[in-house]
Structures are given as structure tokens and as C-alpha cells.
């Protein structure tokens, strides 16, 4: 293992330079943090590093409930509009400077998550303020929201780019998600029932266009997944959070169709094809949110009386799957060794 003084030594000798030493450092302190502990094969995860970066979490969400109650202070009894833009660019510079520090300088995970959301919260405000008809929203005229919300992603991908916080890039896909479905019901009307959102045999656009996001987002998982096979590096990360976007918007369209079908086979079928995807690419989290989507909305639309065999059968599935997992992953790799590019996906243990 090399340690802080085999670099310094390195430095020393002319082999790598400061910069280089730092960066290396840096790497492995962001993996030592996901990885200590892990089992071989496991799928790392990690939402905070220790309970300072809980601390400074609780700290942020109170600096900013105390900031919204300045602002609410600020904004009243004058142009609303101006004064509520001009108080959220203040506010994206003061979230932009404890970025550079938490973030950048100190590499926290749990302060980056938080800064990420409330960066695309503040531009939302910010931007909504501006571009935004509150009026004609509240007689349920969707017509302007389209444009501020394409503005809020475009300025979360500005700080992904900047501050490469994995969390970040599945709000940049929710982001697209939620301009794609409202400039859909704006141009075209919403759907009723509500039930058809979520079904492909519905006359509405809604079930095609998250059929669409879900292959993009799960194509572009997968980009980062493939450059970074071993999971060592953010773009692992980045890989993460789009699989937890992308395995609910295929599922939204696929497997619930097939929950009004009246026959749970189709639906265990479909089911059965994102658990082999998720053993071949190695990601649990890919199904997990498929599954709890899938089961969620069984539950809260479509009713869940029909489906609690079915359910209780996936329930089992998991359990079992998450028992034999590398296994099976072992022999899958196996048989699809000559169609697959092995050394672009997680090794098998």
C-alpha cells in the first residue's frame, strides 16, 4: 500500500510531480471512504463519510430555513419578481463559495449532496420568479413552466461541471424528466384517468416520452459505468444515481402496462429481464428502484389486491438474488462471455 510518505518521496525524487501526489492522495482518500470494509464484488455506496458531515448538513439546512425567512421578509411589499431574483442570485453565490470549500477543498459527501439540492432549489426560485406566470399557474396553465425549468437543469449541470457531485446527475435527468412531461401536457392536454400516465395503450404521450428519458438516462449510466469498469473513480458514482433514475422511467412504461393486463406473467417476465440487466452490469441499484417503483405504484394507482401474490413473489426474489447474487453473475458472464465486452463491465468474483 502506498502511503502519504511514499509520495512525498516520490515528489522528492522527480517521478511525480505536487499536483500529481495531490491527486492521487485524493483518490484514495474518496475511495478509502466507499470502499473500507467492502466485500469483493459488493456495490459501493455512500451518502456521508462521518458524523461532522451530518453536522454540517443539519447546519446548511438551518442557514438556509433562516435565509428563506429573510428572504420572505425582503421580497414582501415590493416587486416580488425583481427582488425575488435578485435575493436568489445572492444566494447562488453564497451556496457557489461553500461548494468551493465543502466540496472542492474539503470533499465531503453529504455536504455536496446537500449543496447540490439546494443549488437546483435556489436557481428553481430564482428563475421560476423570473420567467414563470404564477398566475396563470394557479389557473392551471402549465404554459411557462417549461422554460424555467430546462433553465434550472441547464444550471445544475453548470455546477455538476463544475463540482462533479454524482447526486447532481440524477436531478439533471428528474430535470429533463419534468421539462419532457410538462411541455407534453402544456402542447397536448394531461390524461385522464390519471392511470394513464403510465401506460403505453393510453392515447396521451406521457408513457412514450418516459420510455424515451429511461433509455437515454440508462445509456448514458452506462457510458460512465463502461469507462469506469473497476468503480474506483466519481464516474462509477455518476453511473449510480442515473440507474435510479432510468430503472423507474422504464419501468413507469413496461411493466405497469403490463399490471392492467389482468395476468402477473407478462409483468414477472419484464421483471425478470431488468434482474438479469442489473446482474450482467453489476448495478442492485438498478433493480431495487425498479422494483420498489413498480411495487409503489401497484400499490398507490393501480391498486394492489391483484398483485399481492405477485408482490410477495418479488419480495422473494430479492431475497434470493441478493443471497447468490455473485454467482449467478459469474455464470451469466459465463455463457454471454462471447457477446459481451467483458472488460468493459465489473469483473466477476
Known sequence: MIERADLKAAVGMGLITEAQAASLASLADSRRGARTDLA???????????????????????????????????????????????????????????????????????????LAVLWAANASVGLSANFSQPFMVAQQDFSSLPLPLALTTLAVLVFWFRFRVPFAMAMIALGAFAVALVSAS??????????????????GRFAWITLLIGLVVFAAAMA????DPHRVTRRSANGFWLHVVAAPALVNTIALTLLTSGSSVPLAVVLAVFAVIAVIIDRRSFLITAVGYCVTLAFTVFGGDGGAFTIFA????????????????ALLLRGLGPVLPLDRLPPSV
Request: aromatic residues 16%; without cysteine.
Open 314 to 329: 418479488l419480495g422473494l426474489a430479492l431475497l434470493l438474488l441478493g443471497a447468490f447474487w455473485e454467482k449467478l453473475r
Open 224 to 227: 460512465f459505468d463502461m469507462s
Open 40 to 114: 469483493p464484488g459488493d456495490e459501493p455506496f455512500e451518502l456521508f463519510r462521518g458524523f461532522n458531515e451530518i453536522f454540517i448538513v443539519v447546519g446548511m439546512i438551518i442557514l438556509t430555513i433562516g435565509w428563506s425567512a429573510i428572504g420572505a421578509l425582503y421580497v414582501e411589499g415590493g416587486n416580488y419578481f425583481a427582488r425575488a431574483t435578485g435575493f436568489a442570485g445572492i444566494g447562488a453565490v453564497m451556496l457557489w463559495l461553500l461548494s468551493e470549500y465543502f466540496v472542492r477543498r474539503r470533499r465531503m459527501v453529504a455536504p455536496a449532496i446537500t
Open 186 to 203: 402544456t402542447s397536448g392536454g394531461s390524461p385522464e384517468p390519471f392511470q394513464d400516465l403510465f401506460l403505453l395503450s393510453a392515447d
